[in-house]
């Protein structure tokens, strides 16, 4: 899949640029949280103050206060945003119509770029939901309405009445919280030995998407085959399976 993920703050930028709106007020709150994305993906919530905003937003503290009560207000409005965005990751008809491995090879890789060019956004509502419970609830509905909604996929591409829509919720919401995880220890907060054994087992851009696409479809399809031609980690789970061991007469 072609790296064509655009980060949060490249598209807050492109829409002040093409879209600007008509009132100067509303230039300037946008020019504001353009300039917090800025701070945010490079400081993080906590370190970030008031004037490394209005420094990078070429503005005022007393421009600032006309718009936001502080940092966390501006914070917020930004990272709900963001977060509504991520609501439509992987969700592009292009990434559909190719079976469900395709589906799901295409939803993770379109993750793991969103993850990756948005790094500091993401450690920011990591560390926005342990400040402030009515955001962290806010993640967590997030997550769970993106659930709901591959669960309802999976449920739809089995026959009618052979996938329980709880188990097919439960195992998409365990899958989801591993990739959550994962770019956690990956790009979020990087864990050096996880990394280090990454960049041998999955070198390139997409072989990490593969091989955990191949873990999704090994769980919500058991019963399909998966594609051929796959390589390098993605091919060496295909063959991770239990064959009992043979025993030889006279073991028990």
């Known amino acids: 899949m072609e790296a064509t993920v655009e980060s949060y703050k490249a598209q807050l ?13 509303e230039r300037t709150r946008e020019r504001f949280k353009l300039a917090t994305a800025r701070v945010l993906e490079r400081t993080g919530y906590h370190a970030m103050r008031v004037s490394d905003i209005t420094k990078a937003a070429k503005s005022s503290d ?10 966390k207000d501006v914070a917020l409005t930004v990272l709900r945003e963001f977060l509504e965005g991520m609501q439509l990751v992987g969700t592009n008809q292009a990434g559909r119509g190719h079976g469900p491995f395709d589906s799901i090879h295409y939803a993770n890789a379109s ?8 790094a500091g956004l993401m450690r920011s509502v990591f560390q926005m939901s342990d400040e402030d419970g009515d955001f962290s609830r806010l993640v967590h509905s997030t ?3 993106w659930y709901e909604r591959v669960a309802r996929s999976v449920v739809k591409n089995h026959p009618d009445g052979s996938v329980d829509p709880s188990a ?3 195992a998409v919401w365990a899958l989801g919280s591993m990739m959550d995880e994962i770019m956690r220890r ?18 390139e851009a997409d072989d990490l998407a593969k091989a955990l696409s191949v873990i999704w ?6 019963g399909l085959d998966l594609p051929s031609g796959l390589e390098g980690l993605a091919k060496s789970l295909t ?11 006279g073991q028990a």
Not at 62 to 71: A, E, H, L, N, T
Not at 111 to 118: D, E, H, L, P, S
Not at 217 to 222: A, Q
């Open 168 to 170: 097919a919720l439960f």
């Open 143 to 145: 997550n769970r309405a």
């Open 111 to 118: 993750w793991i770029q969103t993850v990756r060019a948005n």
């Open 62 to 71: 007393g421009s600032f206060y006309m718009y936001f009560k502080d940092k």
């Open 239 to 249: 063959a991770l399976e239990f064959k009992p061991r043979e025993t030889t007469r």
């Open 13 to 25: 930028a492109r829409r002040l640029k093409n879209e600007p709106p008509k009132r100067k007020g």
């Open 186 to 203: 990956v790009v979020v907060y990087p864990d050096t030995d996880f990394v280090d054994f990454l960049e041998k087992a999955a070198p």
């Open 217 to 222: 479809f090994r769980v919500l399809y058991p």
